[in-house]
């Protein structure tokens, strides 16, 4: 039974930090390219940011440069994303996703990742 699961969400006011963290079981994503995404309310699901499965490559959509920062530990099986100087337009549900192996970049698009999280709410208040 292979699972994502995330954690570290909640609510927190403008400015603050928060630190995702997914963990994950079920086998190991150590060949795996690994993404954080977020949906909010009547919106579409989008990337926030990857890394690839050795740990060299990382994405960032450009609203969060800077600010946001993805790690894997591939000895803990996890996933992290260190989220610094949230603004209100961060909210929303994050969810941890990770793709099939590969020696490919990571992909930005949803489709390309096979295993997915529940989803942990991030609320950032002004």
């Known amino acids: 039974q292979v699972r994502l699961v995330e954690s570290g969400g909640g609510l927190v006011q403008a400015g603050d930090s928060l630190r995702l963290s997914c963990a994950a079981s079920?086998?190991?994503?150590?060949?795996?390219?690994m993404g954080w995404f977020r949906q909010a309310p009547g919106t579409e699901r989008a990337i926030v940011a990857a890394i690839s499965w050795d740990g060299v490559t990382t994405y960032y959509t450009d609203s969060v440069k800077g600010r946001f920062t993805i790690t894997r530990d591939d000895a803990k099986n996890t996933v992290s994303l260190q989220m610094n100087s949230l603004k209100p337009e961060d909210t929303a549900v994050y969810y941890c996703?990770?793709?099939?192996?590969?020696?490919?970049?990571?992909?930005?698009?949803?489709?390309?990742?096979?295993?997915w999280g529940q989803g942990t709410q991030v609320t950032v208040s002004s």
């Open positions: 079920g086998r190991t994503f150590r060949h795996s390219n």
């Open positions: 996703a990770a793709s099939g192996a590969s020696m490919v970049k990571p992909s930005t698009k949803s489709g390309a990742y096979d295993y």
